[in-house]
C-alpha cells in the first residue's frame, strides 16, 4: 500500500516536472534568452536530483524498482535530451503510441490550418516517429522515408535512453 503511495507521488513529481518544461517551451517568445535557459537548467537540476531520488528508493527492492523504471528512464531521457519535446518524453515514458499518433495527426493538421511552418513540424514529426520506432510501433513508408532523410534520426537513434527503454518494453511482453 505505502508503495502504491510512493509510485503515485513519483508519478505526479514527474507529470509536474515534465508539465513545466512544457510551459518554458510555450512561453519561450516571452522570456529573454538568458531567463529561458537559467530556468530550463533549474528544471533540468531538478529532474537530476529526482533521479537520485528515484536511484535511492529502487536500490534493494525489486518490485518497487519494476514499478519505477519507466520513471527513470523518463528521467535519464529528459536529461540526456534524448528528446527534445517534453510531451514526447511523456508519452514515450508511459508507452502511449496511440497519444502519440494523435499528436502527429495534430501536427500535420496545424501545417494545413497555417498555424504551424512546414519545417518546425517536420523536426516534431521526426521526434514523434522515432519515439513510436522504438515503441516497435509500425510506421508508414513514407514516415520511414522522412526518418531516413532526417538528421536527426541519428542522434535519437543513438540515445541509449531509447535503446534502453525499448529492451525494456520488449522485456515486459
Known sequence: MS????????????DRLFNQLADLE??????EDDEYEETKEETLAQLKEFQESLD????????LQDELSSLKLATQAAISSAFKTPEVMRLFAK??????????????????LGKRNSED????KIEILTALKK???????????????????QT?????????????????S
Open 3 to 14: 508503495e502504491d503511495i510512493l509510485v503515485k507521488n513519483l508519478k505526479q513529481q514527474l
Open 26 to 31: 510555450e512561453c519561450r517568445e516571452d522570456l
Open 56 to 63: 535511492k528508493a529502487t536500490s534493494g527492492n525489486i518490485t
Open 95 to 112: 508507452q502511449e503510441p496511440t497519444q502519440l499518433r494523435t499528436l502527429l495527426t495534430q501536427i500535420d493538421r496545424d501545417v494545413v
Open 121 to 124: 513540424s517536420k523536426q516534431d
Open 135 to 153: 515503441l516497435g510501433e509500425q510506421i508508414s513508408n513514407e514516415e520511414e522515408l522522412l526518418l531516413q532523410n532526417s538528421v536527426k534520426l
Open 156 to 172: 535519437v537513434s543513438t540515445s541509449e535512453v531509447g535503446d534502453h527503454v525499448l529492451s525494456l518494453v520488449q522485456n515486459k
